[in-house]
């Protein structure tokens, strides 16, 4: 019997989820709970409490007679007024997929595509589903040419990834902080976990990329940045390094509290990492 995962959305086209054209698809459930997060909905699994049912404007969702809700696909015109609404920073429209059902979802634009990005929530919270599709798509030969990545908050023990290695082509990791408490401040969590994720991927020679999303006031300090930039700098002055100005579009009311950078600050983090003797930066 095939493994199945809770999938919150697949994304046939994506051009900023990896290398190439991408399609995506985002796993339910996070073990963060970060401030900056810009799809809130995808942390927590739905728990049935039914509050987004009366506030659905296309009749797409119902209660069942044991009390879980039901969202019907076919009938839903996507104005995501449920996920709006939603307390619990889930989604409805979550549904259990088994591999040849996300597989079936990928034949189609597989011809126009470089690859797959695994992302969340956080998809390494369901690995044995991670490494079954990824084998399948390495066993298949219209499917093999294309990379498998994961987008991943690098919080995940060393024996998923021990696991993963041999599947997996790269894997995207965000940093929100060197600094543990800064770290707990954004995150609700500690960054342990995430530190050694980044060290380990590099030896495996699967670290595609780091990924700093920059809160002003929070985590960009310039002694910060220097630390951080020195920290990358002894385990890989090539790595890739992509600085993230934080935006508000799409998270949460706690997080609107948090600045956006303006162009000059995003001038300043590159020319520190720059300083740090990071080559490869890319700020967007």
């Known amino acids: 019997m095939s493994t199945t995962a809770l999938v919150c959305d697949i994304v046939r086209f994506s051009s900023v989820d990896g290398p ?5 698809v985002f ?16 942390i927590n699994v739905c728990n049935n409490c039914g509050e987004c049912v009366g506030v659905c404007d296309s009749g797409a969702l119902s209660l069942t007679s044991i009390g879980a809700v039901v969202w019907d696909p076919a009938a839903c015109v996507g104005s995501d007024s449920c996920i709006g609404w939603c307390p619990h920073d889930s989604t409805p429209k979550a549904r259990s ?3 040849p059902q996300v597989l079936d979802q990928i034949r189609g634009p597989a011809p126009f595509l470089s690859g ?41 023990p060393e024996s998923v990834w021990l696991d993963l290695e041999p599947l997996i082509d790269g894997v995207m990791v965000d940093l929100k902080a060197l600094d543990r408490d800064t770290h707990m401040a954004i995150t609700g969590e500690s960054n342990d976990e995430v530190l050694a994720s ?3 991927l590099y030896s495996m020679g699967k670290l595609a990329e780091v990924r700093l999303l920059l809160l002003p006031g929070v985590n960009d300090s310039p002694d910060a940045l220097a630390r951080t930039g020195a920290w990358l700098h002894d385990i890989d002055p090539l790595m890739r390094l992509k600085l993230i ?25 590159t ?14």
Not at 28 to 36: K, M
Not at 127 to 132: C, G, R, S
Not at 245 to 269: I, K, L, Q, T
């Open 20 to 24: 190439g054209n991408r399609c995506v």
């Open 245 to 269: 100005g934080f935006r508000c579009h799409g998270v949460r009311p706690n997080g609107r509290v948090v600045r956006e950078p303006n162009p000059d600050a995003m001038d300043s983090y």
């Open 271 to 284: 020319q520190i990492m720059r300083d740090a003797g990071m080559s490869r930066i890319v700020a967007i």
């Open 198 to 200: 980044i060290k380990l």
């Open 116 to 156: 797959i990005t695994l992302s969340g929530g956080e998809a390494t919270q369901q690995p044995a589903f991670v490494a079954e599709l990824f084998d399948a798509m390495k066993s298949d030969h219209k499917l093999n040419r294309l990379t498998r990545f994961i987008d991943s908050n690098g919080a995940a």
């Open 97 to 99: 997929l088994s591999v």
């Open 27 to 42: 796993l339910q459930g996070c073990n963060f709970d970060c401030i900056a997060c810009h799809n809130p909905y995808t």
